[in-house]
């Protein structure tokens, strides 16, 4: 199933808010995109990713995005000054083939329309040489995540929606990259209860979006008692795979 993000766009930042945590596993992404001149950010969703790269390497850097209002509010980004922007799929990009010598990917993989076209089209705009890095969920994440428990179908739906690393790096060859590699990042993380009901009341990630309407409200209506009742911090752990790889 493929979202419409565009209604979900105005409270996407405020939702999912960057931190500490997301800084490190992007500075890690730029580690393991190497020195690039042009980069391009594929599902740049508001922005973030695309204005931290440019900001921290320079270059020319181009987001991209299907959605009409998450390329509106990364337009309006304050920190975006001389990034580009382009509204199309990660199947289609408008761009000479062999332009960009670096791409990238954060949770995307997982909502594509059509995983091994839209890595074939990034291969046709990296010249030989140029480097992909992809943040996606390890596989143990769906595991262990922390709305598990009130929300049962996250798990099955997310292990059938994500990719396993092996898998993506299988697909990264057949699309024509080499030497894909896999690093894995576990952050641990805490919540606050205030902030954890904000996000579900605004099904800050797309699988709740996926939930049938019965589980997403009884594992809602549970959660505002649990937390009404005292319960502490969430604490859990983000388990990312972070894969890259060399465009033959």
């Known amino acids: 199933m493929t979202l419409d993000f565009d209604p979900l766009a105005a409270d996407y930042d405020r939702l999912r808010p960057g931190g500490r945590a997301w800084e490190e596993l992007s500075e890690r992404t730029l580690t393991a995109l190497g ?15 695309a204005a931290f790269a440019k900001a921290r390497r320079g270059g020319r850097v181009w987001g991209v995005d299907p959605s009409t209002e998450m390329l509106r509010r990364a337009r309006e980004r304050p920190d975006a000054g001389g990034v580009g922007w382009k509204q199309a799929s990660a199947e289609r990009l408008p761009f000479t083939g062999g332009w960009f010598d670096a791409a990238h990917m954060h949770l995307v993989v997982h909502t594509l329309a059509d995983r091994p076209a839209a890595l074939a089209e990034i291969a046709r705009v990296l010249m030989p040489g140029g480097r992909i890095a992809i943040a996606t969920f390890a596989t143990e994440h769906f595991e262990r995540f922390y709305l598990n428990p009130y929300f049962p179908s996250i798990a099955p739906l997310d292990r059938a929606r994500f990719p396993g690393p092996a898998v993506l790096a299988a697909e990264l060859g057949e699309a024509g990259f080499r030497e894909a590699a896999v690093e894995r990042i576990s952050q641990p993380v805490s919540a606050e209860p205030h902030d954890v009901l904000e996000r579900v009341r605004g099904r800050y990630i797309s699988t709740l979006h996926l939930l049938e309407p019965a589980e997403y409200a009884d594992g809602l209506a549970r959660l505002e008692r649990d937390l009404a009742a005292g319960q502490g911090p969430f604490a859990y752990s983000l388990e990312w795979a972070l894969v890259a790889a060399t465009r033959e």
């Open 35 to 49: 020195d690039f001149r042009r980069l391009v950010d594929v599902g740049c969703g508001t922005g973030r990713f």
